[in-house]
Structure formats: structure tokens, C-alpha cells
T-cell receptor
């Protein structure tokens, strides 16, 4: 079974600065998807960024980018030019590419609460 | 708004009562998922539907839990004889065929007193 670990329960960053959230995972599969989701207080989970394991190039979405280290099974999220609206719980998630039913579920880490300081 | 919707948003019930939650996925998303999220934790998978067929159930889904998706559209999750340990946020997500990412609803927060 796959596991996802987020070792930073809380992080803080000054507005306009850069912060990196860490995530490690364990799997025996060679191909899979990794995601970062954002869950603002009392609001629904929003997809931030996606990475396919077969792609060597790190995914980027505007101010959000990842550092995907497949051999190390590490998948960190970098937020540049942090904004007050970035304050949220961030979850790292794993999904297999296999087509069987159980493979389609997302396996989440325990989350990192990000505070953005004005 | 064409996102995933869930109803009710909050439910308070007494131990031993039955509760039912509803999820309306994004139109034309044939895959639907239920997750449970307890305070300070990431969501945990409960069950998965492809169209109307329930293809996977987690061991977390005890026999007091049942889910349906008639006609492959909305889904319901019922908890019978609720226990205090059932208190959690119940999240629904959907995805279209061939997509890896899932789109989440706002959740139903259940409190069992």
C-alpha cells in the first residue's frame, strides 16, 4: 500500500516571500500521479498542481511549482511571492495509474497548515 | 455554479440515529468518490463509483455505512446507528473518464452527540 508523509504540520511565510512544503511517499509502482491540494478554512479542497511520475520536468502553475525527485520519492511544493490568500491547509496526494477500482483513490498526507504573515 | 455540491453542509445527530448525505457530481463526471476527513488529518477513501456501479469499498466502510448512485448521477451515503466516532467531514469528489485529478465538494460535517 502507498503512504504519503508530510512532516511539517505547520509552516509560516511572510507575504511576498517564498515557502517550500515537503512531502515524501512510499510506493513500489513506477508510474503514478502526485498532487498538491489546497483546503482553505471552511472551504472546499482545490487542486493546486499535478505531476505525472513519468515526466522528468517539474510541473509549474503560475506561482506554484514542484520539485519532484522520483528516486528519493520526494515531492515538494514551492509557493513564490506568497499572498494572504495562500493561507490554507495543503495536502499532498498520490494516485496510481492502474485501472483497477482501488487504484483510482487518492491517498493523502496529513497536511501542512500554511500561515501567511502580512 | 457547476461544481460538486453536497447536502447538507452540516448535520448534528444523536448517537444511534441514521443519517443520509447527498452528493451531486459535476455533470458528465462518471466517477464519484466518497472520503472521510477527521480534524487535522487528510481525507481517507471510503468508496468509489463508476457510473452506477460501486467498484471499490474501503475497510473503513463498516456494515453501518451504505452508498448508492442510482442512474449514475447523484450519490447518497447513509450511516446507520451513528456512533460518536463517525463525527467527521464527509467529502465527495468526482472526475471524468480519463482524468487523474478529482474535484471535491464542500463536504458535509457530521457531529454525533
Amino acid at each position: 500500500a502507498q503512504t504519503v508523509t508530510q512532516s511539517q504540520p505547520e509552516m509560516s511565510v511572510q507575504e511576498a516571500e517564498t515557502v517550500t512544503l515537503s512531502c515524501t511517499y512510499d510506493t513500489s509502482e513506477s508510474d503514478y500521479y502526485l498532487f498538491w491540494y489546497k483546503q482553505p478554512p471552511s472551504r472546499q479542497m482545490i487542486l493546486v498542481i499535478r505531476q505525472e511520475a513519468y515526466k522528468q520536468q517539474n510541473a509549474t502553475e503560475n506561482r506554484f511549482s514542484v520539485n519532484f525527485q522520483k528516486a528519493a520519492k520526494s515531492f515538494s511544493l514551492k509557493i513564490s511571492d506568497s499572498q494572504l490568500g495562500d493561507a490554507a491547509m495543503y495536502f499532498c496526494a498520490y494516485r496510481s495509474v492502474r485501472s483497477s477500482g482501488s487504484a483510482r483513490q487518492l491517498t493523502f498526507g496529513s497536511g501542512t497548515q500554511l500561515t501567511v504573515l502580512p | 455554479d457547476t461544481g460538486v455540491s453536497q447536502d447538507p453542509r452540516h448535520k448534528i445527530t444523536k448517537r444511534g440515529q441514521n443519517v443520509t448525505f447527498r452528493c451531486d457530481p459535476i455533470s458528465e463526471h462518471n466517477r464519484l468518490y466518497w472520503y472521510r476527513q477527521t480534524l487535522g488529518q487528510g481525507p481517507e477513501f471510503l468508496t468509489y463509483f463508476q457510473n452506477e456501479a460501486q467498484l471499490e469499498k474501503s475497510r473503513l466502510l463498516s456494515d453501518r455505512f451504505s452508498a448508492e448512485r442510482p442512474k449514475g448521477s447523484f450519490s447518497t451515503l447513509e450511516i446507520q446507528r451513528t456512533e460518536q466516532g463517525d463525527s467527521a467531514m464527509y467529502l465527495c469528489a468526482s472526475s471524468p473518464r480519463g482524468w487523474s485529478e478529482q474535484y471535491f465538494g464542500p463536504g458535509t460535517r457530521l457531529t454525533v452527540t
